[in-house]
Structure formats: C-alpha cells, structure tokens
C-alpha cells in the first residue's frame, strides 16, 4: 500500500482473502465441539455418579446385614460370615472386600489386611486404595466399643465400563465433527460459488466486459439477488456505453464540420484580396477553437462523473513529481503574466489515479487562479500527505453569492481584462477529484479564493 493513497485496487480473482463461508463453518464447527465437549463432561458426570451411588447402596445394604447378624449371633458368628463372603464375588463383577478390627487396628477377619483409614465412629464412607492397592468404595462402622467393621466393594470392572463409553462417546464426537465440516464445506462451497456469480458480474461490468445473467439453479433469497444484481448490472452497462457511444458520436458529428470550417477559413484567409482585414476570421477561427474546447471539456466531466468508483485504470501516481513538474511549466507564464507562483510540495505523495487526469485537475486550478489574480498578485500550489492538493490566490477572490455555484457548469467571476473563460473548468475539477475518490471544496480565507482536494473521509477530521 503506498502511502497517501486513498483510492486501493480489490484483488484480483483467486488471490487469498477472508472468506465469510470459511468463517461460519469454523464457527459452526467450534460451537458443535463446545456442545460435545459439554455433553461429553455432563454424560461422564453423572455416568460416575450412578456407579457411586450402586455403590454406596450395594455397601450400606452389606454392612446393614452384617449389622444385623452381630445384633443376633454375637462377634464370633460376624467373624464367621466375614470369612465365609470374602470369598464370594457378585453377579455385577464387583469383589466384596472386609475388615473387622479392634478400635487399635488389629485385624479380627475379612480380607483386608490392614484398616484404610475411614473413621468407624463417625461412619465414614468414600473412595480409598486398599494395602494391595486395589481401588474400592468403602464405609465403616463402629459395631462395639472395641469392634469396627468396614465393607468395601471394588469397581475396576465399573471403571473399565466407564472408559469404554467414553472410548464410543470420543468416536462418536469425532463422526459428527467430521460430518459436520465436511456438510459445512459442502454448504460453504454452495453459498461461495453463488455469491461468486454475482461477484463475477459486477468484476465483469467493471472491466468492462460481457454480463452473464446465472442459472436459476435455486429458487431462494440468493437466487433472487443474483437475478436482480446481474439484471441491473447488464441494464447500467448496457446504458453506460449507450451514452458513452453517443457522447462519442456527437463529439464526432459536431468536432467534424468544425474542423472543416475551420480548414475552410484557412484557405479563405490564404485568398484574401489585398485590402481585405483578416481579423474577423481569425476571430470566427478562435471562435471555433473555443467551442471544440468547451465541447472537450463537457465530454470530459461526463466521461470522469460517469467512472466514480471505477477503478479500471487507476495506477500509483508520483503526485510530488507531477505537482513540482507543472510548477516548473507554469512559472514562466506567471512571471509573464507579474505573478509570483509559490509551492511547497512534500515528497513522496502518492496517490492512485489517472497522470493525465490529475494533471488537468491541478491546471485547471492554476489557470483558474492567474486568470482572475491581477499583476502583482500571489499563486500558492501545496501537495502534501492524506494526499491533500491545494491552491490559494490573492486575487478578488469569489462573491459570497456565487459560492454555492462555483462548481457549476457555466457559472464565471469576473476575470481580469482579455481573460474569458467558458466556466468549465472548476466543474470539470470537481469530476476529476471525484474520480479518485477526493472532494474538492472552497474553503474560507481572508482574502482571494481558497480551494482544497482532499478524500472524502479528511473533511470531517480536520
């Protein structure tokens, strides 16, 4: 991007850009990972919490029995069950594992070598690793003053359950994301190559090419816009290059016969008898001059108003170079003319546009400032960073009345003696800021005319 540019050409077809299909897909994507990622967290939450509370039933129902055999037969015939049940494993794969001990410690039965560490009096319960490491859930209580008794039940095969749902949950995660992306693209791909017809269309019409109108392959919102877009597109081109024909067609009917008659004066003037005064058609010559001028000129705010926008064309100017290049064109004509022209051009000013085009912006300024400053008086040309291009005078400057209109077709102050002017010449001006994306203005000062160009956006900021 070159600085000061205020006019940027798009990319051309197939460069990289952001692409919004792209975006709403990673989106979509994200948002089906967060909803799985939470369903998944939500699913294990309460799968461990049904295995802890089989446990917790199947543990306190055991030691509830056991209870009840100790209320009935005494310690010896607890001791008695206790090693007859450390041998049985249950229908749902759990092992049964238990301990009797004294309120020291010491182990009475079961098969549980030592005592994990819950507290009996307060009937402690929860998950604890068992002396041969084996994970289980237990609860213990205190039967006796000197008699505790603790039932644990293990859940590897719980666990291993566990996991394998988790295993199946992360494959089934993984198909949906993947069938999600891979209808994402599908639909991205859809929507991307519809918008593209109707991005196709408007590239085509700013190049200058054939419209094509798409295929109503979709009955739907899209469809219609495209429709609608590519239709307006060909019917706007279609009217561009009627008027641009025609423009070109009465330049050429008119600039024609002019030049004929113009060639005819010249020979008239070559046969001229002697006595005869020259001045009247040398007079109807300067006449025909200034009507193909002003002809000129109005094909030229038309042709500019009628590319706003268009970028087709434009390239990096040097404005700094081309400023200081008229300056260095204008000087002797104003020093003919008792005029100081003064500058001041910072370097490096760049904008994009047209050479030829932003060269008769800037004379047309400076014409029209030595045109109606008198001998004596002062021209200013400035160019600097935004970009910004302005030109002062210490003429007469412009009648409040005629501010309004001084960018009118036709509308002119009054210029200094042999100085006529057709009021062209700040319109055609206006269309060619225009054209690059600037606004000219006539701004306050204290004395002459003070005209600025400057982008659109720098008119409300400084």
Not at 24 to 40: G, I, P, S
Not at 122 to 135: C, N, R
Not at 306 to 331: F, K, P, Q
Not at 350 to 363: N, V, Y
Request: glycine share 10%.
């Amino acid at each position: 991007m070159v600085a000061g540019t205020s006019l940027t050409l798009p990319p051309p077809p197939g460069t990289h850009r952001r692409s919004i299909f792209a975006a709403l897909v990673n989106r979509a994507l994200l948002f089906t990972l967060l909803a799985l990622a939470l369903l998944f967290g939500v699913t294990m939450w309460e799968s461990w919490q049904a295995v802890e509370r089989s446990l917790a039933t199947t543990v306190d129902t055991d030691i509830a029995g056991l209870a009840d055999i100790y209320a009935s037969g005494g310690e010896e015939e607890l001791l008695a069950r206790l090693d007859d049940r450390s041998l049985l494993v249950g229908l749902d794969g759990r092992q049964a594992r238990y301990i009797a001990a004294r309120s020291d410690g010491t182990a009475l039965a079961g098969n549980i070598k030592e005592w994990p560490g819950l507290d009996a009096a307060t009937s402690e319960q929860g998950f604890v690793k068992l002396a041969d490491g084996a994970p289980a859930y237990a609860r213990a209580t205190r039967l006796a003053p000197d008699l505790n008794l603790l039932v644990a039940r293990t859940y590897e095969r719980d666990w291993h359950a566990l996991v394998r749902l988790m295993a199946m949950f992360g494959a089934g995660a993984a198909g949906v994301v993947l069938a999600s992306w891979a209808l994402g693209r599908r639909a991205a791909g859809t929507l991307r190559r519809r918008i593209g017809t109707i991005s196709k269309a408007f590239r085509a019409a700013e190049e200058g090419g054939e419209v094509e109108l798409p295929d109503s392959e979709f009955d739907d919102e899209i469809g219609e816009l495209a429709q609608l877009s590519t239709r307006s597109i060909a019917r706007s081109a279609t009217l561009a290059n009627t008027h641009r024909h025609m423009s070109d067609h009465i330049a050429h009917e008119i600039r024609t016969p002019l030049t004929h008659l113009d060639a005819r004066l010249v020979n008239a003037m070559r046969t001229l008898p002697e006595g005869c005064d020259p001045g009247v058609l040398e007079q109807c010559r300067s006449d025909i001059r200034s009507v193909v001028t002003m002809l000129d000129s109005l094909l030229d705010i038309a042709s500019s108003e009628a590319r706003v926008g268009d970028i087709t064309g434009l390239a990096d100017v040097d404005l700094s170079a081309l400023a200081s290049n008229l300056v260095d064109l204008y000087e002797g004509s104003a020093e003919e003319e008792g005029i100081a022209l003064r500058h001041f051009i910072e370097p490096g000013v760049h904008l994009l546009g047209e050479p030829m085009q932003l060269t008769r912006l800037i004379s047309n300024l400076l014409d029209n400032a030595l045109k109606y400053v008198p001998r004596g008086g002062q021209v200013t040309l400035t160019v600097r960073h935004g970009p910004v291009i302005e030109v002062r005078d210490d003429g007469p400057g412009i009648e409040p009345a005629l501010r309004p209109l001084v960018f009118e077709r036709f509308r002119t102050g009054q210029a200094t003696v042999g100085k006529n002017s057709h009021g062209l010449g700040l319109a055609l001006a206006r269309a060619i800021a225009l054209r690059h994306g600037m606004t000219i203005g006539l701004v306050a000062s204290a004395k002459g005319a003070h005209f600025v160009i400057k982008p659109h956006a720098m008119w409300g900021s400084e």
